[in-house]
Structures are given as C-alpha cells and as structure tokens.
C-alpha cells in the first residue's frame, strides 16, 4: 500500500493561512488523496479529497503536485477550532474492495492554532 | 440527520466481562467499519462490512467479534474483556461509489478495562 509522510506537528497563528504538506512519492495513478481531520475528542471528519487536479471546497483547498507525488491542504485562515490532528490518506476505490477500501490512518499532523 | 451513532459513550469494564457496542447509522450505507484509537495514536481497523449479512477482519481483529444482521447497525462485542483493550472506539460508515466518497464516523466509546 502506498503510504503518506507527514510532519508530527504545525503551528499556526489565527486568521493566517496553514499549507500542510503530505509526502507519497509511492502514490498509484487509481490512488485518491484524502484529508481528514480529528478535533479533540472527536471521531475523524472529512475535509476534502482529490485525484489530480487542485480542489476546493468550503473548509479548504488541496493543491497536488503535477507528479501527484506530495499534496498540500490548504487552510486560508486558520482559527482557533481548525486545531486537530490532519491526516493525509490514499485510497484506491477503483481496483481495491473489502479490506483495501478502509482508510489507513497514519499519525498525521498536529495543528496548533495560536490566538 | 443523526449520521453514525455509537452507543454508550462510556464505559468502564471489569476484565473478563464482556460488552457489545453498537454502531447506527441512517445514510443507507453499504460499508460499516470499527477502529480502536489508542492515545497519541492514529486509527487502527478491527473488522467492517461490506454489506448486510457480511463482516471481515481488519488489522487488529483478536478477541473482538461484529455483526452486521441489518444494514443500518454494526455490533462490535468483546467477549472476555482485557485490560489492553482500554481504547477510544470509532465506528465508521461509507457510501461507496467510484472515487467520490466520504466516511462518517461516530463520536467514539471510551472504554476503559480494569
């Protein structure tokens, strides 16, 4: 399975932009990148996910290298609740089933957000 | 809408007593999965279905059993609870369909096995 590296932790001030970066130089051309997030004593959240192209949506963007092999997410104003644990996760729901199809959560990033 | 909901919350076991949490969702999805989250760690799979009448092993599958008799509820059940099995529990649940696809997870259990 293709995996991700991450940095342990980020800090951040509020109201400035985080670009949190993920490394997987072992990526398949069938994997997705996903992103989900953990806030404090809560399950994983969804953030926001892609292929090849550069996504956006309402919570943050995802740029992709043109070789797809790092990704970055990008938060353009960070407050104090987008402090979580990020995790950056490749996915293959085009030749895998069962097992495969599970999100394989690394130990992600730790956002610090800072008043 | 409700989402993934877990049941209990909490709770505190004796070891060698046996449990069973219970995992709901109401999106009408196909695959369920239960994680364990042990502290500073990331998620870890035990078992998930890929259907109604179906479950399979995950990662870390020993001394927990599941049942999935309807396709709205995962059953994750320790039968002779160990003190290694203190962990947050997260069910998970996901619509599968070509690459668009988003799992929900639940609020999680804390267990803790004395």
């Known amino acids: 399975d293709a995996k991700t590296t991450q940095p342990n932790s980020m800090e951040s001030n509020e109201e400035e932009p985080v670009h949190l970066p993920c490394n997987h130089s072992t990526i398949s051309g069938t994997d997705y990148i996903h992103w989900y997030r953990q806030l404090p004593s809560q399950g994983p959240e969804y953030v926001i996910h892609?292929?090849?192209s550069n996504v956006n949506n309402r919570m943050a963007s995802l740029a992709i290298a043109e070789d797809r092999k790092s990704s970055t997410l990008i938060l353009h104003r960070a407050t104090l609740r987008d402090a979580a644990v990020y995790y950056c996760i490749l996915r293959d729901v085009v030749h895998s089933s069962g097992s495969a199809r599970q999100l394989t959560f690394g130990s992600g990033t730790q956002l610090t957000v800072l008043p | 809408n409700a989402g993934v909901t877990q049941t209990p919350k909490f709770r505190v076991l004796k070891t060698g007593q046996s449990m069973t949490l219970l995992c709901a969702q109401d999106m009408n999805h196909e695959y369920m999965y239960w994680y364990r989250q042990d502290p500073g760690m990331g998620l870890r799979l035990i078992h998930y279905?890929?259907?109604?009448?179906?479950?399979a092993k995950g990662e870390v599958p020993d001394g927990y059993n599941v049942s999935r008799l309807k396709k709205q509820n995962f059953l994750l059940g320790l039968e002779s609870a160990a003190p290694s099995q203190t962990s947050v529990y997260f069910c998970?649940?996901?619509?599968?369909?070509?690459?668009?696809?988003?799992?929900?997870f639940g609020q999680g259990t804390r267990l803790t096995v004395v």
């Open positions: 998970a649940s996901s619509y599968e369909t070509g690459g668009i696809t988003e799992a929900f």
């Open positions: 279905s890929v259907g109604e009448g179906t479950t």
């Open positions: 892609g292929l090849t």
